[in-house]
């Protein structure tokens, strides 16, 4: 598709921020409040850049780096308006989304982490770009090869793999079933969009995914709202030391 002249101007519709208010690397979690949550206690002189809609975002220093955080909101249709504006309007080279999902596969234990090499679908954010077959978004190697080396060096469970990219939070058919038999690990509701966005810009993506509770097999284990905000901290720390190795090698 071809934009029309000035589209790319900023701010935009649900963005106030000014040109250069964003770092190279955004860490983007669902909720607005985990943004905060992670500028107040990872980033250094960390300042608000974005109200719009309560969708908070700041740029703070991060090992002395610059990085950027703001949530992304909840579903496809949210993650897609985001990411295409940072990616596109204020030309961010990458964004890792740090994020809850329900488990599917039955190895999985509460609050492991998923580095999400690929996503399936219900979605139809995909039939935008038109294309002649089915699209297969995938992560980036180069932050998927550095999420990797970053969570054995710490210590961190964690699981590579496909995950479901599901536009029904309630899904009434259990077709997450269907999706265990072939081996998808987990479910949320955003790195769909994320994917594909960052792919038609030729830009970074990454999702990291910590199980907050189970889909299958009647597991009732759960991890409360509060615990979501400010407990995720494994997968925060192995999102910002990808984003800052992936600073480094840009600036050579």
């Not at 579903?75 to 964004?95: A, R, T």
């Amino acid at each position: 598709m071809d934009y029309p002249e000035n589209f790319f101007e900023v701010p935009t519709p649900h963005i106030e921020a000014k040109k250069g208010d964003f770092a190279d690397f955004v860490i983007m979690p669902g909720d607005p409040l985990r943004a905060e949550f992670i500028a107040e206690n990872f980033l250094e002189n960390a300042v608000c850049i974005n109200r719009v809609r309560g969708m908070l975002a700041f740029t703070g220093e991060y090992k002395g780096k610059k990085i950027s955080v703001m949530g992304h909101g909840m579903g496809c249709p949210s993650m897609g308006i985001y990411s295409f504006e940072l990616f596109n309007h204020y030309d961010v080279k990458g964004i890792i989304r740090v994020g809850s999902c329900g488990a599917i596969a039955k190895n999985l234990k509460l609050r492991d982490v998923i580095i999400a090499q690929g996503c399936c679908t219900n979605s139809n954010y995909l039939a935008q770009f038109e294309l002649p077959g089915d699209f297969s978004p995938l992560a980036d190697y180069s932050l998927l090869e550095k999420a990797v080396n970053l969570a054995k060096e710490k210590g961190i469970s964690y699981t590579v793999g496909n995950i479901l990219t599901s536009d029904r939070f309630y899904d009434d058919s259990g077709s997450v079933y269907k999706w265990q038999k072939i081996g998808v690990l987990a479910t949320e509701m955003e790195t769909l969009a994320l994917y594909a966005n960052a792919a038609r810009a030729g830009k970074k993506a990454l999702a990291l995914v910590t199980v907050s509770d189970f889909v299958t097999d009647n597991r009732t284990e759960t991890t409360t709202s509060e615990e979501r905000q400010t407990t995720f901290n494994d997968m925060i720390s192995v999102a910002l030391d990808t984003a800052l190795a992936n600073l480094v090698d840009l600036e050579g």
